[in-house]
């Protein structure tokens, strides 16, 4: 295994709540430069939370900062493959209530829906390093012979896992692409605090599907209990990249949030702008909306980190218009 220990290269940077464009804390730089294209995972349903998957690029609008982007890109593919980057909690908290062993339980039924071209990586963390079990491949059988000999190890350092690891999660082939988080959410050796996370939280193009390990004795925890948890901090990951977050225990039937993962990234809408290139290079919120108003919920990340977009030119005001039908 490859050892990718603190001060690697920021990845998981996604939005702060609340937070302005702060700079991120010392030793830490973001991946993306001013010019950098961004790529912009969308899910959307109804309000019964169906899939509406028969949308074409005339129906999203994307908004920059309040003002309209012109799109470059635009992919609907039910049928494209995925890249799967697993980021494994492997501390000494993950062996109470078996939560590793359902943890792999898990990584296993998703491996088994696998199609054609998908890719896999695993990785896993503790104390202050993540390390490379299995590199993206498209044959499974390496990651999950070396998911056997995984063993739970010392403290957890959560959010300094999902901060300071490297780039190579995103070095899937495909298109469409996820981080799957697998933690119990207990944070007992970080180096950085929650408000870290929220101020290096500003770039995330990733979706981040966060699943939280309890054990039974979760229901009996005190609100302050359970905030000791880093909940908070997995849902704020997953929220602020487009990704969702589970909260499960060992008697869960794990399949059924497997096939939800799966089906939710097969459904992906993948849009696409190119920055300028000029200008100061800041936070830039954003916001995706499409044709059909309140009646769809839109899921998608909240910003990147980069150069100002290129302007919709002479279109912007008739998006504006159509928009507000």
């Known amino acids: 295994m490859r050892h990718l220990g603190i001060g690697g290269i920021l990845l998981l940077s996604a939005v702060g709540l609340g937070v302005s464009a702060p700079e991120p804390p010392v030793g ?34 994307v908004w920059v900062d309040g003002h309209a982007v012109a799109l470059d890109s635009f992919e609907r593919n039910d049928a494209a493959p995925v890249s799967f980057a697993i980021l494994l909690d492997v501390s000494g908290s993950m062996r109470i209530a078996d939560k590793l062993d359902h943890a792999k339980e898990a990584i296993q039924k998703l491996v088994a829906l696998r199609r054609k071209g998908d890719d896999f990586a695993l990785f896993t963390f503790s104390e202050d390093e993540v390390r490379v079990v299995s590199g993206f491949s498209t044959d ?4 999950l012979r070396q998911l056997f000999f995984v063993k739970p190890e010392g403290k957890t350092a959560l959010y300094d896992a999902v901060s300071q690891t490297s780039n190579e999660l995103l070095s899937g082939k495909n298109t469409k692409k996820a981080i799957l988080l697998f933690t119990d959410g207990v944070d007992n050796a970080s180096q950085l605090n929650t408000a870290d996370i929220e101020r290096l939280m500003l770039n995330e193009s990733v979706p981040i599907y966060a699943i939280g390990m309890k054990n039974a004795a979760y229901s009996a925890l005190s609100e302050e209990g359970r905030k000791e948890l880093s909940l908070s901090a997995l849902d704020l990951l997953a929220q602020a990249s487009g990704g969702r977050m589970f909260l499960v225990s060992g008697d869960d039937d794990l399949r059924p949030i497997a096939e939800a993962i799966d089906g939710e990234l097969r459904r992906q809408y993948v849009l696409g702008f190119q920055p300028s290139g000029e200008g100061e290079v800041r936070y830039w919120p954003i916001v995706v909306t499409v044709k059909g108003g309140g009646t769809r919920v839109v899921r998608a990340r909240r910003g990147y980190r980069g150069t100002a977009p290129k302007p919709l030119a002479v279109t912007g005001e008739k998006i504006r218009k159509e928009d507000k039908r």
């Open 28 to 61: 830490h730089f973001t991946a993306t430069a001013g010019t950098e294209y961004v790529q912009l995972p969308v899910v959307v349903r109804d309000r019964k939370g169906t899939f509406v998957d028969d949308l074409s690029t005339r129906d999203f609008h």
């Open 140 to 143: 499974p059988a390496p990651l």
